[in-house]
């Protein structure tokens, strides 16, 4: 065999290797990692109807809120119903953009606000995770939406005002494991999305960010900073996010209770401590008056 051919099958094998080694599958995404990353991100509960023996992920939960009510969407890999024909790209957009794959905006009831900040592995770990659901066929269902909040062409000048993309950065002057907390709490947890005050058109009031006040439901949401925590010690704060009790034994109720049971439940150790770390690093923000 002639020289200069077989340096070109040795420079075609060393390829395939490259394609073939640690790096690529690691591009592909774990999905058991995944699966882990969907608990902490709450994904089930938007996803999934509320009612007995409602197919997971399959949509049709609705959220109330003042513009009207929002229907969560398929998220199965079902090609018709669901994101079965979407690609990785399609995905990573829709999460970091809040662009769908036609190129419209989504309405900020899907909080890309929050997801934004998700790394890519964990974007690249999610998106291989929620390929191995089953897919389902029930389709989705339209927003009830009163004018002019359902005009979709008025998201783009609300994300101008209020979206800001971008994946999370961490904080040098914090540790390693506030940032963790920062992290799931900004990001993957969104817990902002409820937790912080809106004003007439949705948009976050950020001077009272995780502060409580009114709901998306138009419900009351607690206050997350530590001019409310203060009142319970760490104990007392890791024993409510993994059973749902409070300290005197009153058990949380609706949505925060499913929070705790999809989520933050769910959470392994290191994570719960660096979450409520977090949230005792935040500055007292008072509750709002009565």
């Not at 000048?157 to 900004?186: C, H, M």
Request: net charge positive.
């Amino acid at each position: 065999m002639p020289a200069p051919t077989r340096r070109w099958l040795i420079a075609g094998a060393l390829v395939v290797l490259a394609t073939a080694g640690p790096g690529n599958a690691a591009a592909q995404g774990d999905p058991k990692r995944g699966e882990y990353l969907v608990k902490a991100g709450g994904c089930v509960a938007c996803h999934t109807e509320e009612k007995e023996g409602a197919v997971r992920f399959a949509g049709g939960r609705a959220l109330k809120t003042p513009f009207g009510t929002f229907y969560g969407p398929n998220i199965t890999p079902d090609a018709k119903a669901g994101i079965g024909r979407w690609t990785e790209a399609d995905f990573v957009r829709a999460m970091r953009e809040g662009v769908r794959p036609d190129g419209a905006d989504y309405f900020p009831a899907f909080p890309y606000t929050s997801f934004t900040k998700i790394t890519d592995a964990d974007l690249r770990d999610l998106w291989a995770y929620l390929r191995t659901i089953p897919p389902s066929d029930r389709p989705n269902r339209e927003h009830d939406l009163r004018a002019p909040y359902g005009w979709r062409w008025l998201v783009t000048p609300w994300k101008w005002l209020y979206f800001e993309p971008g994946p999370f950065k961490p904080d040098p002057a914090a540790s390693e494991t506030i940032n963790r907390g920062a992290y799931l709490v900004q990001a993957l947890g969104h817990c902002g999305e409820c937790h912080t005050p809106r004003n007439a058109l949705g948009g976050p009031n950020r001077e009272r960010t995780l502060a409580g006040g009114k709901g998306p439901e138009g419900k009351g949401v607690s206050n997350l900073t530590p001019a409310r925590l203060k009142k319970w010690n760490d104990g007392d704060l890791k024993y409510f996010l993994t059973s749902g009790f409070t300290p005197d034994g009153d058990v949380t109720a609706a949505t925060m209770g499913e929070v705790v049971q999809n989520t933050t439940s769910q959470l392994t150790k290191e994570d719960l401590d660096a979450l409520v770390a977090y949230l005792r690093s935040l500055p007292p923000i008072p509750d709002p008056p009565k």
